[in-house]
């Protein structure tokens, strides 16, 4: 099976397309979709397209060689032909079949779906009746779709009637992009439990035919897409087998086809990819503008972001109220100017702090000064009626001018000063309401839809990873986040990149899917939005089983980005592969120290793939010497609540030292005597716990990951270890999972 259409089989396509379109339609027949099926060299039942009974001949019957045949309406109106009873076996008589077709009309136009109308009926198809078992495996779906975030993407799940049922309650389709090349079609049917069934027994050649089968359509999809740069008149939205069968004589045969079509000036802009071009004004402008600076009223948006701005040293802020005036921030008078194009000085960035309404005029104010940034604060743009239009009105006066906008409906951005460079930031909390702690080694960037998230983040991390950057991109009018991780990827300062997002613009999703694929630095995503409202009124299977959540979450894992299944993980994520991004991962075998018999229980259940180390027989014996008699040597050694810092930091450096031994779990429960992790003793005793996990952490190349089951009273405890560099979490669970996914990135990456 070829990956790519040939000229004939384009040419048969284009035919078939133009026919239907000729008749004012935009969804194919059943027996045109076969058609395309014998064009890509796919197997079809012997079949005969029958207008109207009384054309129904007895040489059309002979062209059957069995006497059971399968009868259905031919329906332009008809996704579902099984709901509607448009579907029957019948027997090879010419008189009975015609019978058939005729009570079959009826029934259907009595249907209450149609309510009383009479649905338009372009004929029958009788097909011959194709013998398989209806066993998992032998039966299969094979859908392709536009979607309009991410293009077209191809699924492949079990098949028949029930598909839906079976997708929503026991496994899920598998997912991917296209374009996808036979071994990737390969690969996506791999990770199936139908394949997993075919091995078992000993069909591995089913899985062959299968994977031609995925291939033909995902070359057929792929031509007649928006991927296409030189598409021809038509562009398929989508195109579904529902199902391929493995029949008697183990062929793979598709018994029933939908397909719907669009001119293909339709076509979806997927080849834009991201623009990361002239962001660096957004973070490291010459010249920042404040529009909307209240002279009364400090609480005020602008002048918080003012006060924020002023506290980083810059010197070139600058201030913009209508009526003039001056107003003190942090102790200094600063001019108000009555525009931007009244600043005397270069301004690169612009934030805009003033009503939705007037943001068309303050975007004209930066474009004729020269201003290369612009970030829009308020609401009321494109979440709310009506606001579109403010949005186009800015998106015309920055067309064809280097100039980027961030928002609307944001924070703005944060970065942290380095060096002699002050940094930005408009994330319009006080300083009293939230501690800013950039740390020069910080090397995380969090990108967030939700600025609230961004706040939340920087408050909860700012022990461990206080971000270095934090973009709240907002309505993305301009700046998305596939420009940012394309921007950031080339940042020598970031090693991590979390996104939160919420919704995609039509295109973008393939934006950050090419953006997330190029990026070389860990991506770590979290996509909210998971229900799919109106799935269940969909046309197709393929419709209602790959939602835009589905197709999300399945191009991100494809495109390399680390998917965070809740939001927790996606804080526990950054933090690990932020604190171990120079820890070298030699494979999966991982060792525990813990304190109580629970915890190494808990640790154990989660160990997902990671496999028990090993000790080596000189490890072991130096453990027993470490150890008192009644602890046991084992992979994750309880050295119960008896054990003392000293022993719990000698068992660390063993066990780290071990070359058995990949990575390294860690769980204290700091509640015993022997411990030295209560406040007081953090702070006055140098060789705590804390100090003692941190030295050997730091002298090993292998990453540690610490859990510490415990309340508020041990948070100096917590914040000893991650300000020393060592990722640690509440529970055994959530430091397991986080050490997975890490392992499994750096390995498969």
Known sequence: ??????????????????????????????????????????????????????ELTAGILCEFGTERLILKVVSSEIAHKTR?????????????????????????????????REPKVEGFLLSSFVEYSKDLGNEVLVGAKENFAFGPALSFSKGGTDAEHFARYF????????????????????????????????????LELIADAVAGIGALFEHYSSLNPQPGEFIFSEFEINPFVIDEERNLVAIDGLAQFLPSSRRLDLLAGPRPQQLDALFWPEGVAVVGVSTSDPTKIGNNIATLLHNLGREDLFLVNARGGRVEIGGRCYELYRSV???????????????????????????????????????GFGEVEGGASLEQQILEI??????????????????????????????????????????????????????????????????????????????????????????LADDPAVDVIGVYIEGFKPCGGRKFFDAVRACRKPVIVYKAGRTDAGSRAAASHTASMTGDYKVALAAMKQAGAIVADHILDHTDLRKTCSLLADKRIGGRRVAGVVNAGFESTYAADSIGDLVLAEFSADTAAALREALPPFVSVNPFLDLTPMADDATFERCIELALADPGVDELFISVVPHTVALHTMPEEVARDRENLAERIVRQARRSHKPVVVSVNAGTMYNAFIEALEQGGVPTYTTAERAMKALNRLVDYRLGR
Not at 30 to 52: N, R
Not at 97 to 114: L, N, S, V
């Open 398 to 487: 920055v067309r064809d001018t280097p100039m980027r906008v961030v928002g609307p409906n944001c924070l703005g951005i944060f970065r942290a000063p380095v060096g002699d460079r002050p940094g930005i930031n408009t994330l319009f909390v006080p300083e009293e309401k939230l501690e800013y702690r950039p740390r020069t080694e910080s090397n995380v960037a969090l990108l967030t839809q939700s600025g609230a998230l961004g706040i939340s983040e920087l408050d909860k991390l700012k022990s461990a990873i206080y971000p270095r950057v934090v973009v709240s991109y907002g309505n993305q009018l301009d700046v998305d986040p596939a420009d940012l991780v394309a921007y």
């Open 84 to 116: 509607v009873g448009g579907v029957r076996r019948v027997v090879r008589d010419r008189e009975r079949i015609r019978a058939a077709m005729r009570q079959m009309k009826r029934e259907i136009c009595a249907h209450p779906q149609f309510a009383g």
């Open 171 to 206: 496994s899920s389709p598998n997912i991917r992009l296209l374009p996808l090349d036979r071994a990737g079609c390969r690969a996506m049917l791999g990770e199936t439990a139908i394949a997993r069934k075919y091995r078992e027994e000993g069909n591995e050649d089913f």
């Open 1 to 54: 099976m070829s990956e790519r259409l040939s000229p004939g089989q384009v040419r048969k396509i284009d035919a078939i397309l133009a026919a239907a379109a000729r008749q004012g339609r935009q969804r194919l027949l059943e027996h045109e979709v076969y058609e395309i099926l014998l064009a890509l060299g796919l197997q079809v039942p012997t079949y005969m397209f029958v207008p109207d009974p009384d």
């Open 341 to 379: 194009r009244e600043i005397p000085e270069r301004v690169d960035l612009v934030v805009v702090c003033v009503p939705a309404p007037l943001a068309p005029g303050v975007a004209e104010e930066a474009r004729d000064k020269g201003a290369r940034g612009l970030v829009l604060i308020p609401g």
